[in-house]
């Protein structure tokens, strides 16, 4: 059974940095969709950005320029990262990691209408920006 753990989040002043990590253990495909969703209150949970197997990324207009989605793999074991920068008080939110490995195709704005086509998730991390 797949795992996805999220870690990395925190409290920060505008203009501040966080790096976000998600380990997804237990996951065996050969291919996948990644991606890092995340929901503030009173909202929809939105996509912000994803990552396929080869390494192509998409962002939301929202945070391009100013996100960086990575991945990496050791012992078995999937990481997935999500570097914050220049974070403002809209960036305020639950964030959520999750994994698919058919989600095709994997960019944010298909992931975005397909949120329940991702069959793991992460219990969240959450990510406040003070002005």
């Known amino acids: 059974q797949v795992q996805l753990v999220e870690s990395g989040g925190g409290s920060v002043q505008a203009g501040g940095s966080l790096r976000l990590s998600c380990a997804a253990s237990?996951?065996?495909?050969?291919?996948?969709?990644m991606g890092w969703f995340r929901q503030a209150p009173g909202k929809e949970r939105e996509g912000v950005a994803t990552?396929?197997?080869?390494?192509?990324?998409?962002?939301a207009d929202s945070v391009k320029g100013r996100f960086t989605i990575s991945k990496d793999s050791a012992n078995n074991t999937l990481y997935l990262y999500l570097r914050m920068n220049s974070l403002k008080p809209e960036d305020t939110a639950m964030y959520y990691c999750a994994a698919d490995p058919a989600l095709w195709p994997c960019t944010v704005t298909y992931a975005d209408f397909n949120r329940n086509e991702f069959d793991s998730w992460g219990q969240g991390t959450q990510v406040t920006v003070s002005p």
């Open positions: 237990g996951y065996s495909h050969s291919n996948y969709c």
């Open positions: 990552i396929e197997i080869d390494g192509t990324t998409t962002y």
